[in-house]
């Protein structure tokens, strides 16, 4: 019995985890399991300055598109190693795998509901003008 309400117990609290990205159209969504957010980040590379968007990072495999993959369209350039996804539809940038860790994947924060992105408080900036694989 104890094995049965430790199993249910972890269901419950992976839901409660768990957070719905979408594009603004509703034809991608998201789900992320995400105890809580460890810190908020802009970038100030060449695309991620022109999108303005604030974005979090979860592991991959806390990252799951449960409606609209078939709507992703992906956006690369220079070394063509990050994948940048929008909606093909509404072209809403939701999420990316940086070259600097492609085990991750960086969503926009503005796509969480819940989530007012102008009253967050301490945004990182990460240095993507300098991106420490473009030195040579």
Wanted: aromatic share 8%.
């Amino acid at each position: 019995m104890d094995s049965l309400n430790e199993r249910y117990l972890t269901l419950v609290r992976k839901k409660e985890n768990m957070k719905k990205l979408s594009c603004h159209c509703g034809e991608v969504e998201v789900e992320i399991n995400l105890l809580e957010f460890e810190k908020f980040i802009r970038c100030n590379c060449s695309i991620c300055k022109r999108k303005g968007s604030v974005m979090s990072m979860v592991k991959n495999e806390n990252f799951k598109i449960i409606k609209g993959k078939d709507k992703l369209k992906i956006y690369q350039f220079n070394t063509k190693v990050a994948k940048h996804y929008f909606c093909s539809i509404c072209g809403i940038y939701t999420h990316n795998n940086p070259r600097s860790n492609p085990k991750m994947t960086a969503f926009n924060i503005g796509c969480i509901d819940e989530v007012d992105t102008f009253s967050l408080k301490k945004i990182h900036i990460a240095d993507g003008q300098n991106h420490p694989l473009d030195k040579k």
